[in-house]
């Protein structure tokens, strides 16, 4: 059984970093694209970004493009997104994806976990 657990999400001032991180389980973890979604009260899934099997081939959204790092253990099962320089903007529900995808409607129909929340405010 596919499993997929995020974690890490905190309320946060302006300009503070995170990192989330997604234990995951029941399928080859270091075979397999990762990816990165999130969605904010009222508003459709936004793709954030992928990750391929090799640990430094990450691909962001331009919305957090140079403040954000996608990684990954592949000997721990467990995918990671930092975030830096955190904007009210960023306040959202974080969600892993298995798979790579790029645009929210192809997101939206893999396998993703139930979310970490994610809240920017002064």
């Known amino acids: 059984e596919v499993q997929l657990m995020e974690s890490g999400g905190a309320l946060v001032q302006p300009g503070e970093s995170l990192k989330l991180s997604c234990l995951t389980s029941g399928f080859p973890f270091d075979k397999r694209p990762m990816s990165w979604v999130r969605q904010a009260p009222g508003k459709d899934l936004e793709w954030v970004s992928f990750i391929n099997p090799g640990p430094d081939d990450a691909h962001y959204a331009d919305s957090v493009k140079g403040r954000a790092t996608t990684s990954r253990d592949n000997a721990k099962g467990t995918l990671y997104l930092e975030l830096n320089n955190l904007k009210t903007d960023d306040t959202a529900m974080y969600y892993c994806?298995?798979?790579?995808?790029?645009?929210?409607?192809?997101?939206?129909?893999?396998?993703r976990g139930q979310g970490t929340q994610v809240t920017v405010s002064a």
């Open positions: 994806v298995l798979g790579g995808c790029q645009t929210s409607h192809y997101c939206s129909t893999l396998p």
